[in-house]
């Protein structure tokens, strides 16, 4: 099993800067592959940005592309993703989710994911 605890969130205004760090436990090797997704009220969770350990590539979604970037701790335990010029839009619950081998194809699909965090709220006035 691997467990994941998200921190960090909080309520910022529009154009400000938040980090949400993801600390992995456990059985830490069977979580790979590890992303953030959101959900905001009455809306699917969404893909945010996905970070294999071993190697450090990221991937984002176009809608916070240029704005987030998810970078990992030399442990490769923790991830941190570091939201710049944030927007109303972004307003939603974080969460972290890892596995242990997710297929490039796959890695915006909250399915494949096993392991998932209790999220955190990130909360962006205008």
């Known amino acids: 099993q691997v467990q994941l605890a998200e921190s960090g969130g909080g309520l910022v205004q529009a154009g400000g800067s938040l980090s949400l760090s993801c600390a992995a436990s456990g059985q830490t090797d069977r979580g790979d592959t590890m992303a953030w997704f959101r959900q905001a009220p009455g809306k699917e969770r969404d893909f945010v940005a996905a970070l294999f350990r071993n190697t450090g590539r990221t991937y984002y979604a176009d809608s916070v592309k240029g704005r987030f970037t998810f970078s990992r701790d030399n442990a490769r335990t923790t991830g941190f993703l570091q939201m710049s010029n944030l927007e109303p839009e972004d307003t939603a619950v974080y969460f972290c989710?890892?596995?242990?081998?997710?297929?490039?194809?796959?890695?915006?699909?909250?399915?494949?994911?096993?392991?998932w965090g209790q999220g955190t709220q990130v909360t962006v006035s205008s």
């Open positions: 989710a890892a596995s242990k081998t997710i297929i490039l194809g796959r890695i915006r699909s909250p399915e494949a994911y096993n392991y």
